[in-house]
């Protein structure tokens, strides 16, 4: 197949849009890159969406999922958060929380909003543009940013 100057620059272009769409994103946690067995984080009706499991356990939380109701349980030290998939609500600690947007299957893995998954448990989350990375603190001394109203414009739809 012969490729034109324009083909191949449509090849590029679709190439990285796919990229994009599909995450291109880079998460580390506590400055340690996060690897992903299977799909990784993606764009969604306007949030970046990760694997739960590969997240929660990183910054140290027992994941446990329920087949029969479609319910993730993590805790970490004296948290312990719950969901369901399709459901926008989840509970921290017993207490309603609302993610922007609900926890959902990918290919078998459950997907919630990265901000809500490390901020449940106490976690700082930043973006930076320049390098398309997505850079988590634990939270270590323990932090409470669940719901929290302050967001930068800046925040890359985390």
């Not at 459950?110 to 901000?115: E, G, I, S, Y």
């Not at 323990?142 to 967001?151: L, S, T, W």
């Amino acid at each position: 197949m012969k490729l034109t100057k324009t083909g191949l620059i449509l090849t590029c272009l679709v190439g990285c849009l796919l990229a994009a769409a599909e995450g291109g994103l880079s998460i580390t946690v506590d400055g340690k890159p996060v690897t992903f067995n299977g799909p990784g984080p993606r764009r969604k009706l306007g949030r970046v969406l990760v694997p739960l499991r590969g997240i929660f356990e990183k910054m140290g939380a027992h994941v446990k999922w329920d087949d029969d109701s479609q319910t993730v349980f993590a805790n970490r030290n004296d948290t312990e958060v719950e969901l369901t998939i399709g459901s926008n609500n989840a509970t921290v600690n017993g207490r309603a929380v609302l993610m922007d947007v609900p926890a959902q299957l990918i290919a078998g893995s459950t997907f919630v909003p990265l901000r809500f998954l490390s901020e449940s448990l106490g976690a700082r989350v930043d973006f930076d543009g320049a390098k398309n990375t997505i850079n988590i603190d634990s939270g270590y001394p323990h932090r409470d940013h669940v719901n929290d109203p302050v967001r930068t414009a800046g925040d890359g739809g985390l």
